[in-house]
T-cell receptor, first 109, second 113 residues
Framework: KNEVEQSPQNLTAQEGEFITINCSYSVGISALHWLQQHPGGGIVSLFM???GKKKHGRLIATINIQEKHSSLHITASHPRDSAVYIC???????????FGGGTRLMVKP | DAGVIQSPRHEVTEMGQEVTLRCKPI?????LFWYRQTMMRGLELLIYFNNNVPIDDSGMPEDRFSAKMPNASFSTLKIQPSEPRDSAVYFCASSLAQGSQAFFGQGTRLTVV
């Protein structure tokens, strides 16, 4: 079993829909990152969380440390949100990063 | 600030040749990370530096890979000799400190033929 599991692997939505991407992990962590990789390949860091919830525009990220789970929500989705979203956890021991396999999101107009 | 700058953007080389990838972190950032992304394995952390010192290189796949950070504004990732299985996109990222939000470069797409 991978240390970081994301679901779903692929997601197709209609413009305007509310989207949720999930990330579960099995190791002790000090922080969790949500990354966005554009179709052109560039990677942007969206959030870094160690507890609670963060919001930036239409994006919301939450984390539950006890349940070892994080979610990324996109409200009022738009075709430009189409990308791969990657969850990455920072291990307590050694600050190593482990990545989830990514969720490929396509938002159709 | 221009962000994290990587060069070259694309590199095609023959098996057995030496390859050097370069990264300029954001000015003032103390941590620098090298990642590799492949279809098979996704994103992997290769090595990271804090204050120019390598902290953890356990992600470096083999002795053919080496990374240096001679000063706060420059790092290299070298593969010698290169092999076709090294073909991947290599990303560099920097952050203000260990554990803080990372900013990524555009990546170097390496093809070894």
């Amino acid at each position: 079993k991978n240390e970081v599991e994301q679901s779903p692997q692929n997601l197709t939505a209609q413009e305007g829909e509310f989207i949720t991407i999930n990330c579960s992990y099995s190791v002790g962590i000090s922080a969790l990152h949500w990354l966005q990789q554009h179709p052109g390949g560039g990677i942007v860091s969206l959030f870094m969380l160690s507890s609670g919830k963060k919001k930036h525009g239409r994006l919301i990220a939450t984390i539950n440390i006890q349940e070892k789970h994080s979610s990324l929500h996109i409200t009022a989705s738009h075709p430009r949100d189409s990308a791969v979203y990657i969850c990455a956890v920072v291990h307590n021991a050694g600050n190593m990063l482990t990545f989830g396999g990514g969720t490929r999101l396509m938002v159709k107009p | 600030d221009a962000g994290v700058i990587q060069s070259p953007r694309h590199e095609v080389t023959e098996m057995g040749q030496e390859v050097t990838l370069r990264c300029k972190p954001i000015s003032g950032h103390n941590s620098l990370f090298w990642y590799r992304q492949t279809m098979m394995r996704g994103l992997e952390l290769l090595i990271y530096f804090n204050n120019n010192v390598p902290i953890d290189d356990s992600g470096m796949p083999e002795d053919r890979f080496s990374a240096k950070m001679p000063n706060a504004s420059f790092s290299t990732l070298k593969i010698q000799p290169s092999e076709p299985r090294d073909s991947a996109v290599y990303f560099c990222a920097s952050s203000l400190a260990q554990g803080s939000q990372a900013f990524f470069g555009q990546g170097t797409r390496l093809t070894v033929v």
